[in-house]
């Protein structure tokens, strides 16, 4: 199947990247939204994004004007068009909010298009669920998405071949490289990430060490280009807790319980860098 039409689903920090991305690839992309006023954060950010790129002599500003205008904001999912060849999920981590969207999705979009979700670790089999199991797939894209060259596709229990073919060559197209990974609980990148996140989380909690020093070792000592706890914030504390949770509640197994220090962080509304307090502070 040949993709010519993306419609995104959500603005927010993935939904607009992935739109930027495709744009900027001159696809055609709608950019749906549930108000107004998200779709014009959603629109700036991905100016200032190109403006980025410019500066940096990476585009021209004739790259840019083309890319905004591949983009066309959509106001409520039940406008989102029928002829979309791809539909992209891209809301917070949220089961039950997705699959009521894509049970939406499914009455309006035309039977052949391919259905896909952003989701870092919720269950592909279960969100296509009596929704186009063939033709539905994981996209997880790595955030800034314009930057990060990484797409995990996921391959759900009922996932073709087609579909995943067709998205591996898309995601080649994009620029981005695509790894195959079947749907067990946080597929591969969080599945490694968040137990370790969460163990410099309970090495914290245990006053092994400072936060600044436990990033240190691991930036240092390992060559990670920033220290868990610093990741943790950028990431967001809440989308680490619900990661750790679909770990421990997806294979039972105690190894992934989340750290009571994070459960207790995300229940203050300290959340990193969003909410200007995490393991670090930051302005504005």
Do not use: W
Not at 27 to 32: A, D, I, Q, R, S
Not at 94 to 104: A, G, T, Y
Not at 109 to 137: C, H, P, V, W, Y
């Amino acid at each position: 199947m040949k993709i010519k039409e993306v419609s995104i689903i959500g603005g927010g920090t993935m939904g607009n990247g992935i739109a930027h991305v495709f744009a900027q690839n001159n696809f055609k992309v709608n950019l749906v939204e549930q108000e107004q006023r998200f779709i014009d954060k959603a629109i700036n950010t991905i100016s200032k994004n190109l403006d980025r790129q410019v500066k940096k002599e990476s585009i021209t500003v004739e790259i840019k004007e083309q890319t905004l205008s591949n983009i066309t904001p959509i106001i409520g999912i039940v406008n989102t068009p029928a002829d979309s060849d791809l539909v992209i999920e891209a809301i917070y981590e949220d089961k039950q909010v997705k699959h009521l969207i894509f049970n939406k999705l499914n009455n309006i979009i035309k039977a052949d298009s391919i259905f896909a979700s952003n989701t870092s670790s919720i269950s592909i089999t279960e969100l296509s669920a009596d929704i186009r199991g063939e033709q539905f797939i994981g996209m997880h894209f790595m955030n800034p998405v314009p930057i990060m060259k990484l797409v995990e596709i996921i391959r759900g229990y009922t996932t073709n071949d087609a579909t995943f073919n067709t998205i591996k060559e898309l995601s080649i197209k994009l620029g981005k490289t695509p790894v195959e990974v079947f749907d067990y609980p946080g597929f591969i990148s969080n599945r490694i990430l968040m137990p370790m996140i969460n163990e410099a989380i309970f090495a914290l909690m245990e006053n092994v060490a400072s936060a600044e020093d436990i990033d240190t070792v691991m930036k240092l000592g390992m060559n990670h280009p920033m220290g868990p706890l610093t990741l943790a914030d950028f990431i967001g504390l809440d989308v680490c807790l619900s990661i750790m949770e679909v770990l421990y509640n997806g294979f039972n197994d105690s190894k992934y319980r989340p750290c009571p220090l994070l459960k207790k962080m995300v229940a203050a509304k300290k959340l990193g860098r969003k909410s200007g307090e995490g393991f670090f502070k930051y302005k504005n």
